[in-house]
């Protein structure tokens, strides 16, 4: 997938320009800097990854292409609660919930959800499979994440769209809100 790709996975779910954005396991950047593409140059984006340099090269990415947008960088596991982000308009999680246990991902998620401002988008990127292998360990179809997504108290969830994945079956976004 390139660039373009990942915008077209992310664009149904960005309700409007600017706000500020949260990109969870953001590793080198291909959704935030999609994020950063949709969002424009007045938004305000965390990105936050337990990979240094992974952020490192994100950062020189987002500097060539995207010089204009704010973007905060944090070494961090986003499974630790954070008390210093301000309300987030939205959070991207992609490819990264899948490293959460299945007995721990309703946690993970209602943490996550406790970030965003009351009408806020959680759009969640995921490979449409519930059987994981030895790099993507613990996947969440579709279906599966809208049953996970009422569980933690989201009204509304849509699938955005879906790709066929030379690694996994489909990969998918969805939005909840
Ligand atoms: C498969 S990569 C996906 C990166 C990016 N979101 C994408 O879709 O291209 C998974 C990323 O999530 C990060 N990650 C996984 N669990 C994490 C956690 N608990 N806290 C912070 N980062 C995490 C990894 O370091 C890695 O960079």
Redesign the pocket.
Known sequence: MNHTD?VNLLRGGIPAPGGVWD??????????LALAELLGPDAEIYS????RG?LRTQARAMQSHFPHTTVHYRT?????PFDDLPPLDGL?????L???KYAAQAS?VQQLKSYLRPEGHFIV?EYGVDRGNHW?PYPLSYRSWKKLAYTCGFTHTQLLAERPSRFLHTIYAAVSW
């Not at 991207?92 to 990264?96: E, L």
Request: aromatic share 12%.
């Open positions: 990942h990109d969870f396991g953001s590793g080198t950047g291909a959704f935030t936050i990854d337990q990979d992974s961090a596991n986003f499974t630790q991207v999680v992609a490819n990264a899948h490293f959460q993970v990127v993507v």
